[in-house]
């Protein structure tokens, strides 16, 4: 396990100023332009050819990006350092962040090299989307450092990162990483149990699933089912997520009423039968954890916030798709709303 002396030498997550990057594909390019927009240095490691020009062309493409979001006092491109094996510079990192390939054997053979490449105190994340850090950490050298720190593309906008810790992870490595990625300019979300998919994936998994279904049963083309959740469900669902997104559409009545509704006209579609009985405890819990997160305030407010933001982002959609010159109904196949429509023109709730 981690001793009180590898954690006494750990550096402080504020204070890092190195990271090390296993991985030069989508995932690390992404890392690595978050790390040296926020003014670190950078060490990158990919043995695969053509692997430095590829990240070093996807920052270049990104930076323009970032400097719009806004740089770092010490931000440059070329605080960006290249390797192919990790040794020399990279045994000097305060922080790794692996995003190596999803495969099981090529992560613990990476883990195990990386992890007697560095300091015995640096803390290594593994970017994996749906392997394990119990399942990963077997050849970590002092596995207790190593946690998954899961990102969403690209990685350099997209706030969210999962840590979850694994079977031989104590809590203050959860604690650290968290801090780690907070500080630097992320939303670290810990995830309480190690699950297939973490929490992100798993519910990003259930939509696609049902996207598939209806295509496959001939129900919608791809383009219709995008369009149904990027012109309907998917701009509430930017902003408040499922759960409060469901607490709005009780309104004054509370969120209660909308369990009750459901219970009480029982329609499943068939991707709910293994859903879990709305028992009087679950509902509880739910309601509970809804009203947290309303917090007091009350449902008008929040529906200006969310009208508010809705119009907005229409808006910046537009803006940005004709600043890019893409025509957005051809992308969709969805008839303009400067055309003609027909058919029924109401809002579903």
């Known amino acids: 396990m981690q001793t009180d002396y590898t954690r006494a030498l750990r550096v402080a997550p504020e204070a890092v100023k190195t990271v090390g990057l296993v991985g030069a594909g989508t995932i690390g390019a992404g890392w690595a332009t978050h790390f040296l927009a926020r003014g670190l240095t950078v060490i990158a490691v990919d043995p695969g050819p053509g692997a430095e020009e590829r990240m070093r062309r996807k920052i270049a493409q990104a930076w323009p990006v970032m400097e719009k979001k806004g ?39 990476v883990i195990s090299d ?30 207790a450092r190593l946690v998954v ?4 593309h690209p990685v350099y906008l997209l706030p969210l990162v999962e840590v979850v810790g694994g079977q031989r992870t104590p809590p203050e ?41 209806l295509v496959a049963d001939g129900v919608a083309t791809t383009e219709e089912v995008d369009a149904a959740m990027t012109d309907a469900a998917g701009l509430r669902l930017g902003l408040f997520g499922p759960f409060m997104t469901r607490a709005m559409a009780g309104g004054d009545a509370g969120p209660r009423t909308v369990f009750e509704w459901q ?12 859903n ?9 819990d739910l309601v509970a954890g809804m009203v947290r997160q309303i917090d007091g305030r009350a449902i008008e ?38 055309g003609t429509h027909s058919g029924n023109n109401s809002l579903a709730p």
């Open 263 to 274: 219970r009480t006209n029982k329609i499943a579609f068939p991707f709910e039968r293994d």
């Open 276 to 284: 879990p009985e709305l028992t009087n405890a679950l509902v509880d």
């Open 71 to 109: 740089l770092a006092d010490r931000a440059s491109i070329d605080r960006l350092k290249f390797q192919q094996t990790p040794d020399g510079a990279f045994s000097d990192v305060d922080f790794v962040q692996e995003s190596s390939p999803e495969l099981l054997d090529i992560k613990k053979a």
């Open 149 to 152: 720190g899961h990102p969403f």
């Open 301 to 338: 407010d929040l529906e200006i916030v969310r009208d508010t933001y809705i119009l907005e982002l229409t808006k910046l959609r537009e803006k940005a798709f004709a600043e890019a010159s893409v025509d957005r109904d051809k992308v969709t196949h969805m008839v303009s709303n400067k």
């Open 114 to 143: 990386v992890s007697k490449a560095i300091r015995p105190d640096v803390v290594i994340a593994s970017s994996a989307s749906y392997l394990t850090a119990t399942d990963i950490q077997q050849h970590c050298l002092n596995p």
């Open 173 to 213: 490595t959860v604690d650290w990483a968290m801090k780690f990625y907070a500080f630097w300019g992320h939303r670290p979300l810990h995830c309480r149990k190690e699950v297939l998919g973490h929490l992100g994936n798993r519910l990003q998994r259930a939509l696609f699933a049902e996207a598939l279904r």
